[in-house]
């Protein structure tokens, strides 16, 4: 978003705010991917507002689909370097 000109805000619902920008933003054949972060997104809040449990399995594959979205945005922000 920074790259862009855009700053999140930090309040409530800020990182929803993160994942449609990207789905606007981005190509649109990452929609599964930003999916993806939205389903962990959602998980992460039950887990740290009530109860849930993540397993190591679900943990390893936030890991690298967060390294997939990282070359995603590094090559779109080099796409726009002069």
């Known amino acids: ?15 929803v ?14 929609a599964p991917l930003l999916d993806l972060f939205d389903r962990m997104r959602r998980k992460r809040n ?12 679900e943990a390893e594959d936030a890991v690298r689909a ?6 995603v945005v590094a090559a779109d922000i080099q796409s726009r370097i002069p």
């Open 1 to 15: 978003m920074l790259s862009h000109g855009q700053r999140p805000r930090v309040q409530l619902g800020h990182h």
């Open 17 to 30: 705010a993160i994942i449609e920008f990207a789905e606007k933003r981005l190509d649109p054949t990452l």
């Open 46 to 57: 039950i887990a740290f507002y009530d109860i849930a449990i993540i397993s190591e399995v």
């Open 66 to 71: 967060a390294e997939d979205y990282i070359k």
